[in-house]
């Protein structure tokens, strides 16, 4: 039983936003799994990078990483260029991380400023103030503290009967709030948010959640000064409940979206193969496309409803007719 528990209070607010994430997350089990796993994962992965980077000050837009990602050459400090570089270093690495693990953390922190710090991966020895418009707006703990404050934020995270939705808010909060190293807390804190929550459902492995935060960052920094300025983290947690159902919600409508886009592509490359081949039978189509056999009759039944297609002659010995 952990000797530190976070101060926080399970606000009306808070017990409505978990439910309707949880809700939104039974809706998704819905989506096309093929474009969540392939497609999504890549544009939203790189949405992740650019928009924690962006908070952090990084100029760097989504194809500018992206080029980094692919090895181009891109105008840019060399700061900028090794921010986006230790991120992906740090995110690829995503799948492997164990919430509820310290070292983790710090070799999470390793990966990400490892090109930028020399003492990347270990805590800071001296004492930081976190800086904002009217300058110092939050004072940390001392150095000599971090280790025994880490340790207890880390021993509530792994004895905590706290849904996970509300546990990875305290966390973020109780993490910036201790701004345990020199430099990347942020970036650590809204990695490891994450991390906590594809614990709790794989696919927040694909929700760019840090994309969202950059779309809402004056009222992050708000939220999380409003967290201290009453003590506790409950402010935060509701933001970021907000934000988490926010990103959901537009992850659904990009799926949608991309879904509608890739059954219209199939449909013209039905169309087209048939037009070359009027004898071509379902299999070939199958093999040619790589589509499964039921994704294909699926997709030709679609274009006989629309009388775009018909069959002529049985399936053996007819052939296709593209009206």
């Given at each position: 039983m952990a000797t530190y528990k976070p101060p926080y209070t399970i606000t009306s607010k808070i017990v409505k936003l978990t439910s309707e994430i949880s809700e939104l997350i039974s809706d998704i089990k819905h989506i096309d799994k093929q474009y969540s796993t392939l497609k999504l994962r890549k544009k939203n992965r790189i949405r992740s990078i650019t928009g924690t980077l962006q908070i952090e000050g990084n100029s760097f837009d989504e194809a500018?990483?992206?080029?980094?990602i692919n090895g181009k050459t891109v105008l840019g400090t060399t700061r900028e260029i090794e921010e986006v570089k230790g991120a992906?270093?740090?995110?690829d690495y995503f799948n492997k991380y164990d919430y509820k693990s310290e070292k983790d953390l710090l070799h999470a922190h390793k990966l990400l400023m490892g090109n930028l710090l020399n003492n990347a991966g270990v805590y800071r020895q001296s004492n930081v103030g976190v800086g904002g418009a009217d300058g110092v707006t939050h004072v940390a703990p001392p150095s000599n503290m971090v280790p025994q404050l880490m340790g207890e934020i880390f021993e509530w995270l792994n004895s905590t009967d706290e849904h996970l939705l509300i546990a990875s808010c305290v966390f973020h909060y109780e993490f910036e709030f201790i701004h345990p190293f020199n430099d990347g807390n942020g970036?650590?804190?809204?990695?490891w948010q994450n991390v906590i929550l594809k614990?709790?459902?794989?696919l927040f492995e694909h929700i760019p959640i840090e994309?969202?935060?950059?779309?809402?960052?004056?009222?992050?920094?708000?939220?999380l000064e409003d967290a201290g300025s009453a003590g506790e983290s409950t402010p935060f947690i509701e933001f970021m409940l907000g934000i988490i159902l926010k990103s959901l919600q537009e992850y659904i409508k990009e799926s949608a979206k991309s879904d509608q886009k890739s059954k219209q592509k199939s449909d013209q490359k039905i169309l087209a193969l048939m037009k070359q081949n009027s004898?071509?039978?379902i299999a070939e189509i199958c093999s040619k496309l790589s589509m499964s056999e039921s994704g294909v009759k699926k997709v030709i039944k679609k274009l006989k409803d629309e009388d775009k297609i018909k069959r002529v002659g049985s399936l053996k010995a007819g052939h296709w007719e593209v009206v």
């Open positions: 500018k990483v992206t080029s980094v992906v270093l740090a995110y970036r650590i804190g809204r990695l614990s709790f459902k794989d994309s969202m935060i950059r779309a809402n960052q004056t009222k992050y920094y708000e939220a004898q071509i039978t």
